[in-house]
């Protein structure tokens, strides 16, 4: 699976857009980009996933550069209950359900009120 | 309620014990997968089971082992504990045409080794 980067900590006020960034440089053809988050101690939730067109769903956006290289989850309006560790997973994907996913360190998003 | 259910919620033992932590997946889900998470650590990969066999391992020690059984439940055993076990240990379970939309976690086990 490919290696993401992701800034360590962001800061973010509360009902502005959280734009949370993820350089995957080495990403293939057919890998897909998701993104799951941690909310203190909890298990992970998955978020959205995208392979090479913009994706939004009820919880966020995601956009993926033309060359795939980087991507951004957007949360169009954050509250402090978006407060959480988010991880940008980049991985091949089927659909067969049997593959592991490969958590990075992620980003820790703390919304401000 | 994500439809994973781990037992116990938490678990407090001494150096030296063994435990056991089990894991329900969702109904009709058919792989588990076992990861740990220490304090202020990312999530690391164990083990996954697919319909009763391994199929995939990652950074278990020997002195952890995990089955999974045939009405899919997975139990974790980790023996000869020591005070660096202590963890949130977390099953995350998948279905068959579910690859696409994720993992389901249930919300883990906190073991504390003392």
């Known amino acids: 699976d490919a290696k993401t980067t992701q800034p360590p900590s962001m800061d973010c006020a509360e009902g502005r857009a959280a734009n949370l960034p993820c350089n995957h440089s080495?990403?293939?053809?057919?890998?897909?980009v998701y993104w799951y988050r941690q909310i203190h101690s909890q298990g992970p939730q998955y978020i959205i996933h995208?392979?090479?067109n913009n994706e939004t769903n009820e919880m966020a956006s995601l956009i993926i550069t033309e060359d795939r290289k980087s991507s951004t989850l957007i949360l169009p309006h954050a509250t402090l209950r978006d407060t959480a560790v988010y991880y940008c997973?980049?991985?091949?994907?089927?659909?067969?359900?049997?593959?592991?996913?490969?958590f990075g360190t992620g980003t820790r998003l703390t919304i401000i009120p | 309620d994500s439809g994973v259910t781990q037992t116990p919620k938490h678990l407090i033992t001494a150096t030296g014990q063994r435990v056991t932590l089990r894991c329900s997946p969702r109904?009709?889900?058919?792989?588990v997968y076992w990861y740990q998470q220490s304090l202020d650590q990312g999530l690391q990969f164990l083990i996954q089971?697919?319909?009763?066999?391994?199929?995939a391992k990652g950074n278990i020690l020997e002195r952890f082992s995990a089955q999974q059984f045939p009405d899919l439940h997975s139990e974790l055993n980790l023996s000869s504990l020591e005070l660096g076990d202590s963890a949130l240990y977390f099953c995350?379970?998948?279905?068959?045409?579910?690859?696409?939309?994720?993992?389901?976690f249930g919300s883990g086990t906190r073991l504390t080794v003392v």
């Open positions: 995350a379970s998948s279905a068959p045409g579910q690859g696409f939309y994720g993992y389901t």
């Open positions: 080495t990403i293939s053809g057919n890998e897909y």
């Open positions: 995208g392979l090479k």
């Open positions: 997973i980049v991985r091949v994907s089927s659909n067969f359900g049997n593959e592991k996913l490969t």
């Open positions: 109904s009709g889900d058919l792989s």
């Open positions: 089971y697919y319909n009763g066999e391994e199929r």
